[in-house]
Structures are given as C-alpha cells and as structure tokens.
C-alpha cells in the first residue's frame, strides 16, 4: 500500500502561483508514473499533468505553458508548479501513483482562484 500526501493547495488571486507537492510512502517511488488530478464541483475528474518514471511528461492542453510537473526522487515527491492560474483552475487537486499493477490515490488539496 503506497500512502500520498497532498499539500501546497490554498486561495490564489487570478494570474498567481501555487506549487503542490505529493508525497509518497515506500522505497519503489522511482519506478512509478506519478500524476495530478484535479476535479472541479459537478465535474469528472481530469487528467492536469503525468510524469513517467522514464521522465517523459504529459499535459492537458488547458494547462500547457503555464503549469510544470517534476519529481526528485530522492524525497519521493512530485511537485506541480502552477504559474499564471485562472479562475477555472479551481478544483480539487489530487495525486496519483502508478505501478504496471496498481495504482494509488491522495486525499487531495484545494486549490481555490479569485479575487
């Protein structure tokens, strides 16, 4: 059982920044695709950005150029550093782990836009 913690979420004014960290448990960090998530009330949850184990990284074309997902894996942690946030960037902000044979789920952290 892999354990992720979310933190870093909070209120922003429109065109700010927050940078989310996540936080895994266990020693088999490097070997996972670790993503962000977010779902926004009365919405699916969607995919925001993926970073593979090899480093090959994925965006939602809604976020393209203005977020950054990394990880180090030394402190088990992946990081979304998120620049230029808009209102519709409001949600719920979660972090996934996956293994080629499971996959794991933080609580999420809230990131709220506005002014």
Same mark, same amino acid.
């Given at each position: 059982? $892999? ?7 909070? &209120?922003?004014?429109?065109? =700010?920044?927050?940078?989310?960290? *996540? ?9 996972? +695709? ?10 699916? @949850?969607?995919?925001? %950005?993926?970073? !593979?184990?090899?480093?090959?990284? /994925?965006? +939602?074309?809604? $976020? #393209? =150029? ?6 180090? /894996?030394? #402190?088990? !942690?992946?990081? &979304?550093?998120? /620049?230029?946030? #808009?209102?519709?960037?409001? +949600?719920?902000?979660? *972090? #996934? %782990? @996956?293994? !080629?044979?499971?996959?794991?789920? =933080?609580? =999420? !952290?809230?990131?709220? $836009?506005?002014?």
């Amino acid at each position: 059982q $892999v354990q992720l913690v979310e933190s870093g979420g909070g &209120l922003v004014q429109p065109g =700010g920044s927050l940078r989310l960290s *996540c936080t895994a448990s266990g020693s088999a960090f490097s070997r996972y +695709a670790m993503g962000w998530y977010r779902q926004a009330p009365g919405k699916q @949850r969607e995919l925001v %950005a993926e970073i !593979t184990s090899d480093g090959n990284i /994925n965006y +939602a074309d809604s $976020v #393209k =150029g203005r977020f950054a997902i990394s990880r180090d /894996n030394a #402190k088990n !942690t992946v990081f &979304l550093q998120m /620049n230029s946030l #808009k209102p519709e960037d409001t +949600a719920n902000y979660y *972090c #996934k %782990a @996956r293994s !080629t044979i499971a996959l794991w789920w =933080g609580q =999420g !952290t809230q990131v709220t $836009v506005s002014s």
